[in-house]
């Protein structure tokens, strides 16, 4: 259930914009223009275009847009495609395939901030695993609650057990803060019923600070959890989750 990072967090330098159209971005620079990175694949710290079998042989932005602004400045995001060459065919991220599109088109994220007025903007997060397929990225989200803003790498583990590796930060002092997110489900599993467990990942619904999340008996089948439904309330305090409440619901 509580599964680790697979990710390192990257106190990335920010990279100046290649020229040549091919040439990926490198993230040591302190601008890119925002015309490029809606085009343009950068050059992530643990995934690189190259020959090796883990090198990549294709690495294309899926997606680009704006997601948030705060204290002046906007939040854009880029998703990329990412094709490694020991995947057993030679196939593009241009390709025209159902496959293709669904399954590599969400293997990199890039999180950039800037001003909308100058067409610039620096990197603040990139993420992509050696692993690649391990780990699917969605959009971004900056949440703002009564008492906070949260800023939501939205990060799930590839297969059905859609186990949720998403890193969450707090704005504090005009910076964003890491917020520890998986020790609270220790305390989690200890709280619930014997006999009953959590199998899938717990996505919390940061607006309302609760989860809600199936509960297993021995022998139940991979899709159809029998022990009912747990439901829970969160909280952040101290820059980490904390589980505040638990009601068991029975299976109808």
């Known amino acids: 259930m509580n599964i680790g990072r697979f990710l390192i967090l990257v106190a990335a330098l920010i990279g100046q914009a290649a020229t040549a159209q091919n040439q990926p971005i490198n993230p040591r620079g302190r601008q890119y223009p925002i015309t490029l990175l809606r085009d343009q694949c950068m050059e992530f710290t643990e995934v690189k275009l190259g020959e090796k079998p883990d090198d990549l042989r294709d690495c294309r932005v899926s997606e680009f847009g704006e997601f948030g602004a705060i204290d002046g400045q906007t939040y854009y995001y880029a998703l990329y495609c990412l094709i490694p060459n020991y995947t057993p065919d030679n196939s593009k991220c241009n390709d025209d395939s159902t496959f293709i599109a669904g399954y590599y088109r969400q293997l990199g994220l890039a999180v950039f901030v800037g001003d909308s007025l100058s067409g610039s903007a620096s990197l603040l997060f990139e993420r992509a695993t050696s692993d690649v397929g391990t780990l699917v990225y969605e959009k971004p989200q900056v949440i703002g609650t009564v008492d906070r803003t949260l800023l939501y790498l939205n990060i799930r583990v590839d297969g059905t057990g859609h186990y949720n590796a ?33 199998w899938k990942g717990v996505w919390p619904d940061l607006k309302t600070m609760t989860a809600v999340a199936g509960l297993y008996r021995s022998g139940d089948a991979n899709c159809c959890p029998s022990g009912g439904t ?23």
């Open 166 to 198: 998403s890193e969450y930060f707090v704005r504090e002092s005009g910076a964003w803060a890491p917020v520890e997110s998986e020790e609270w489900l220790k305390d989690l599993g200890q709280r619930l019923p014997a006999g009953l467990e959590i």
């Open 230 to 252: 747990a439901q829970i309330g969160l909280a952040i305090e101290s820059r980490r989750f904390v589980l505040k409440s638990l009601a068991i619901e029975k299976a109808q």
